[in-house]
């Protein structure tokens, strides 16, 4: 033993330990430090170069027989002591609010000071956020939920990189997830996955656990959820229970998330596509024979079995008509009266506008009915942001038809009036009864073409002109 030790030894007695002054070193620190003094007979001064501990606390490592581990001294009596049990239970109902509960211990005869109070309230503030923020795993039995959530990615294909939108839905028991690739994420491609996801399962769950898209619901009012009216039909239609995910917490949908993750994390690296048909070529393949036969992380077992045993419980949707075919969608009619299915638009007579109508899909056409009563029928159409309007529905009709009834002219008719008889005489006469006695020739009337002819220049009947004599002009 080296001679620093001996003196420390000698000089620093066991009397000088309180008793709570206890080691505050790790055993696997406390192990070096007995080695390296007792064995080795390094000096204390180097000891506590090496390990940067105070010279104090080495000798007492040395000194120690056993390792102890640390203990805290117990702390005195506060003024909060006679109030602990009731802070502990009153400090949820206030959120933890020390300004709170200082005030309502001043009322209980407390005496201490506010800062006392923070320090109370700190830790137990602490613990509940800290229990928010865990993450519970939350396991269903067979059949009972899905899960589903969109994910974009960069695709590399054959001539450049493009966005995409990828569908997963997520079995909650099995963890088998079904991959669609869409173009974008609009109600008839969301609500066309689901179908095809359903017929890839053979059935669906009880429930679906969405995040709050507004494909899925328009927000809320009154803590009441605003579900989108075509989703809300379809989910009835097929006979499932939608549910959403608290607001900011994505977490709880985490095993269609983790299916997201997967799908960027396993299928798309080192991969690259010609076209969208060999992606989704790729995508089958990859879901068939990598997905699907994996060790789950979580449940340690391959996805494809256990679905044999979340099969039976599933919904069954063998022989059901799609929803697109058999749904009926709900419109309300827009002040231009129409209504519009799959971004086309088709009118309907005007004075439903702003009430509800009901659209139904049948052989091609679209049976729009108000109240039970058809209103209007079209042919569906094939493209998109397209409109049919039929011209009797809109107002401009029976307005241009009172129009008409007022403002048209009437008809003559072909049928020649019949005129009385009048004796034509020639302007000559006049001038003889004036004194002019020369009596200028008569003139002939000339009938207008027909094209010039009216009513009141029509032709009259041919009489013969007399030359009175001048002895009856002046009588």
């Known amino acids: 033993m080296s001679t620093e030790l001996r003196q420390e030894t000698r000089t620093i007695g066991p009397e000088v330990i309180s008793p709570e002054e206890v080691p505050m070193v790790r055993r696997e620190r406390w192990e070096e430090l007995r ?9 204390i001064a180097e000891l506590a170069r090496r390990f940067g501990l105070d010279r104090k606390t080495i000798r007492r490592c040395v000194r120690e027989p056993a390792w102890r581990p640390y203990q805290r001294p117990a702390r005195e009596e506060s003024l909060l002591a006679t109030h602990a049990a009731y802070l502990r239970q009153r400090a949820p109902q206030v959120g933890y609010s020390a300004q709170i509960l200082f005030q309502e211990l001043r009322q209980r005869d407390y005496t201490g000071s506010y800062e006392t109070v923070k320090l109370f309230v700190r830790p137990l503030r602490t613990a509940e956020r800290s229990a928010e923020l865990t993450l519970r795993r939350f396991e269903t039995p067979p059949g009972q939920q899905s899960q589903i959530d969109w994910g974009t990615a960069t695709v590399p294909f054959r001539h450049q990189r493009r966005v995409v939108h990828v569908f997963v839905l997520t079995l909650g028991f099995c963890r088998r997830s079904y991959y669609q690739v869409c173009p974008n994420e609009t109600l008839p491609l969301f609500l066309d996955a689901h179908e095809r996801a359903f017929e890839h399962f053979g059935g669906h769950t009880r429930e679906h656990l969405y995040d709050r898209p507004r494909t899925v619901c328009l927000g809320t009012t009154d803590g009441r959820i605003i579900w989108n009216a075509t989703f809300k039909a379809f989910a009835e239609y097929w006979s499932f229970e939608p549910r959403l ?16 993750k997967y799908f960027k994390g396993n299928f798309l690296p080192g991969r690259s596509f010609r076209d969208d048909v060999d992606l989704d070529e790729q995508l089958t393949e990859w879901s ?13 077992e391959r996805p494809i079995d256990r679905f044999t045993q979340e099969r039976t419980h599933l919904l069954s949707t063998s022989h059901h008509p799609s929803f697109r075919l058999e749904a009926r969608l709900t419109r309300t009619v827009a002040e231009d009266y129409l209504v519009s299915v799959d971004t086309n638009r088709y009118s309907v007579p005007f004075t439903l506008i702003g009430q509800s109508v009901e659209v139904v899909r049948r052989a091609g056409q679209l049976l729009i009915l108000h109240r039970g009563v058809l209103v209007a029928e079209h042919a569906e159409l094939q493209g ?3 409109l049919r309007i039929v011209p009797e529905h809109g107002p401009g009709a029976s307005a241009r038809t009172a129009r008409r009834v007022h403002s048209t002219r009437p008809v003559w008719s072909t049928a020649r009036p019949v005129l009385p008889d009048v004796e034509i005489r020639d302007l000559g006469l006049y001038d003889a009864l004036t004194g002019n006695t020369q009596i200028a020739a008569p ?4 009938d207008p073409e027909p094209s010039e002819r009216s009513p009141f220049n029509a032709p009259r009947p041919e009489l013969p002109i007399l030359a009175p004599s001048l002895a009856e002009v002046r009588s």
């Open 245 to 260: 995910c608290q607001p900011y917490r994505a977490q709880t949908k985490g095993k269609v998330e983790s299916g997201v």
């Open 288 to 300: 068939a024979t990598i997905a699907d036969r994996r060790i789950h992380g979580t449940t340690h």
């Open 35 to 43: 080695r390296l003094a007792v064995d080795e007979r390094v000096p």
């Open 384 to 386: 998109r942001h397209q």
């Open 443 to 446: 003139r002939a009337i000339v």
